[in-house]
């Protein structure tokens, strides 16, 4: 299934050995451009936090880089406007626009995103290990 990922559920499969990193790899995942910028600002944060080794951190961000697609700001620039009307958190408007450009569903732990707009379809780390 093609999906768009929010960085919620990969600061998840970050911190910790979870359903999040079993399935990161069965799906053809997307995410706007911007999304590893935040994680390299809070790659030290992060780190931290996590109950991985250095190491296996390293590793799990380096597969993240290779198998998520990353979308240019001008490719969703043209649904940017639209997501930004249904979208119940400005944070969550490049994530919609991608959906909504790509014609496929999030992949977000956020209850507001996929309770507050009913354009996209919201899946949550839960339901995606439910189906696999």
């Given at each position: ?58 590793d ?20 940017i406007?639209k ?22 569903n ?27």
């Amino acid at each position: 299934m093609d999906l768009v990922i929010d960085s919620n559920v990969l600061f998840a499969a970050l911190l910790k050995e979870s359903g999040t990193s079993d399935i990161l790899f069965k799906h053809k995942l997307y995410a706007p451009e911007f999304i590893f910028e935040e994680f390299r600002k809070y790659k030290d944060y992060l780190e931290g936090k996590t109950k991985r080794n250095e190491e296996n951190f390293n590793d799990l961000f380096d597969l993240f880089e290779r198998n998520v697609m990353l979308m240019p700001k001008k490719e969703i620039e043209p649904f940017i406007e639209k997501a930004e009307k249904i979208s119940p958190d400005p944070k969550d408007v490049p994530y919609l626009a991608l959906a909504l450009k790509l014609r496929c569903n999030l992949w977000s732990n956020d209850r507001d995103l996929k309770e507050k707009q009913n354009t996209i379809r919201v899946y949550s780390t839960e339901e995606l290990v439910k189906m696999d």
